[in-house]
């Protein structure tokens, strides 16, 4: 089996800075995409960066020059930097990510989810 837990979220004052982090164990072949998204109250879930097994990244506009997504592929680790907060930023940020295991096909994985929030 293959999990992604996600760690790192919190309460931030505006401006402030939080690191996500999201770590794939199990029996895992290759990772390719790994991304993160967010869900905040009432809206739906939407896609904030991603990171290819090549190195490509890509944001929504709203976060481009705020947050930063990398990856550590030994660690299968995918971290999101977040920084310059803002109270629009509060949401559940998930990780997602596609796997190939040892046996079995690509499937599509996705995190728990943690809690950022941003007020004064």
């Known amino acids: 089996q293959v999990h992604l837990v996600e760690s790192g979220g919190g309460l931030v004052q505006p401006g402030g800075s939080l690191r996500l982090s999201c770590a794939a164990s199990?029996?895992?072949?290759?990772?390719?995409?790994m991304g993160w998204y967010r869900q905040a109250p009432g809206k739906q879930r939407e896609l904030v960066a991603t990171s290819t097994s090549g190195g490509s990244t890509n944001y929504v506009n709203s976060v481009k020059g705020r947050f930063t997504i990398s990856r550590d592929n030994a660690k299968n680790t995918v971290y999101l930097q977040m920084s310059a907060l803002k109270p629009e930023d509060t949401a559940v940020y998930y990780c997602?990510?596609?796997?190939?295991?040892?046996?079995?096909?690509?499937?599509?994985?996705w995190g728990q989810g943690t809690q950022v929030t941003v007020s004064s």
């Open positions: 199990g029996s895992i072949f290759s990772i390719g995409f």
């Open positions: 997602n990510a596609y796997i190939r295991p040892w046996t079995g096909t690509v499937d599509d994985y």
